[in-house]
């Protein structure tokens, strides 16, 4: 048999200042938790995130607690005599069982909403919202309530002495062996599921916290001290107010780091920044890489150590203070003929001095024809030619009603006049083609442009990917004038009309690449 000694008795330093303490406490508490209650219900009535919903969870479950905190004054004040019955006293342990389980697991819940939105912001903000915060709340209730439901059995009145009656969690009172050792695999598994399991989660998310702001280039060191500090203490005194504190220490560190990723000759960097609504967004860079030759000097600066407020800072410029440029504002020169070189820069007008930049076509000289000095005193053969070019010949026996019509000029003939190509070869008004039934004419309206494209996308995907559907005249694809990458849209044009609208019935729509293509006319029909 197992020895059920009384603990019952009334030790002084709990009778004198248990009452106080818990008179304290009640009065805190009660006051603390309606007002949180009251912010949250009104002043985050609009912005009814997972926080939100998992600290008024909290403060329920403590108001809870707090109610029974008035029988225990009376309890201790009494020196342990319980003096409400059975029924409350196993209510009572019930309710602190609860409230001491739903605490640690709530705060649970908070590390880890916190860990999400930190490691993983986007996936955060798609994926985690007030619904499932709720949903996550009936879970822990339920499951809280179901683990802490044996009390109602253990708990119980044990009678101590005359007149004296103690409220325990598990009576003390003769009870069988298979009772006594039910109860020890109970207080076994609630030590486990309890608090092993859900300690072992927060200080796991708080570390992976506290890695990933240790890695943000964008928080100085002093920060991350401080950072570090908090989460620390958090860990230890299990503070479920976290998340406010490190909001009001400033929203950049709870982004994640910059990334950058180099691939061939081209640098992505990949950065995470807060707007002025709250609103958290990516944003990705590119860059080409470029081999410069530099002095030593240079090169010698790029290996010191970091010292001063920086010494503890990640190697690289810290963007907090430092400015990178994107061009190259001093450029070393290696050797002296180099520098004589950009001295003497050739003035490109130079090569143009003593020659003739305008010949006039009568005389020769250095000024317009139609500034001619000498076309009033021409031969008969300049003034035909000043005729051809539309001068006055100041002959006042012509008149522009007189002259003829000249007649049209023999295919290969050289009059010296300016002939349009629209013109020529047979051509009657401007804008007709030359080849009007030439075979293989591109139609203007046969022009197709084809929108969400991948980076990866080549002048050859889209020539396999369209030739089936008719002979393809052109193809233009967009990039990037840095990186070579696509830009995401091309223009593709056909000889036919006809090649082109089965292109966007059988293209538009479908998935290539991993992406869906969106298939459509380059300009509106005028049909």
């Not at 007002?35 to 919903?53: C, D, I, K």
């Not at 986007?122 to 209730?141: L, M, Y």
């Not at 450029?331 to 930049?357: C, H, R, T, W, Y």
Request: proline letters at 5%.
């Amino acid at each position: 048999m197992m020895d059920y000694n009384s603990s019952c008795h009334g030790d002084k330093f709990q009778v004198q200042l248990l009452p106080s303490m818990y008179g304290v406490e009640f009065c805190v508490a009660l006051v603390g938790n309606l007002f949180a209650l009251r912010l949250l219900a009104t002043r985050e009535r609009n912005n009814w995130h997972t926080g939100v919903v998992l600290s008024c969870n909290l403060a329920i479950s403590d108001l809870l607690y707090v109610l029974t905190l008035p029988l225990l004054i009376v309890y201790y004040m009494q020196d342990k005599n319980w003096l409400f019955g059975v029924a409350v006293c196993k209510i009572e342990r019930f309710l602190f069982t609860c409230n001491l389980y739903v605490s640690i697991y709530f705060i649970m819940c908070i590390s880890v909403n916190r860990y999400v939105a930190i490691v993983y912001p986007f996936f955060s903000q798609n994926h985690v919202n007030p619904a499932k915060a709720k949903a996550a709340s009936v879970v822990i209730w339920i499951f809280v309530t179901a683990i802490s439901s044996p009390v109602l059995k253990f708990a119980s009145t044990c009678p101590e002495g005359i007149n004296k009656t103690c409220c325990v969690s598990y009576s003390y009172c003769p009870n069988s062996d298979a009772v006594a050792y039910s109860h020890l695999f109970y207080k076994v598994f609630l030590s486990v599921a309890g608090c092993f399991i859900p300690f072992l989660v927060t200080f796991a998310s708080y570390c992976a916290v506290l890695r990933v702001v240790w890695r943000n280039v964008n928080i100085t060191s002093l920060e991350k001290r401080k950072v570090a500090l908090m989460v620390f203490a958090v860990v230890v005194l299990s503070k479920p107010s976290w998340a406010d504190q490190v909001e009001e220490e400033g929203d950049e560190g709870t982004l994640p780091p910059p990334k950058e990723t180099v691939k061939g000759n081209v640098k992505t960097i990949t950065e995470y920044k807060i707007d002025e609504d709250g609103k958290k967004f990516k944003i990705i860079r590119t860059f080409k890489i470029e081999t410069r030759k530099a002095s030593k000097a240079v090169a010698r600066r790029k290996n010191w150590k970091k010292f001063g407020n920086s010494e503890y800072d990640p190697p690289g410029p810290n963007v907090a203070d430092t400015t990178v440029s994107d061009d190259v504002f001093m450029v070393f020169i290696s050797s002296k003929e180099d520098l004589n070189a950009q001295d003497v820069e050739e003035d490109p007008m130079n090569k143009l001095k003593g020659q003739k930049i305008v010949s006039c076509r009568i005389c020769k000289g250095d000024h317009w024809t139609t500034r001619c000095p000498y076309k009033d005193t021409l031969g008969p053969m300049q003034k035909e030619l000043a005729e051809q070019l539309g001068l006055s010949t100041g002959d006042p026996t012509k008149t522009a009603g007189d002259e003829p019509e000249p007649a049209a000029p023999a295919a290969g003939s050289k009059t010296g006049k300016y002939v349009p190509p629209s013109l020529r070869d047979g051509s009657t008004r401007r804008g007709e083609s030359m080849q009007p039934n030439r075979r293989g004419a591109s139609d203007d309206n046969a022009t197709i442009r084809v929108t969400n494209l991948s980076e990866d996308t080549r002048e050859t995907d889209l020539q396999e990917l369209f030739r089936p559907f008719g002979s393809i005249s052109r193809i233009y694809l967009a990039k990037d004038k840095n990186t070579g990458q696509s830009k995401g849209f091309a223009f593709i044009s056909f000889h036919r009309r006809e090649d082109a609208a089965r292109a966007i019935a059988g293209v538009s729509g479908f998935g290539y690449d991993h992406l869906i293509l969106n298939v459509e006319w380059a300009k509106p029909s005028n049909n």
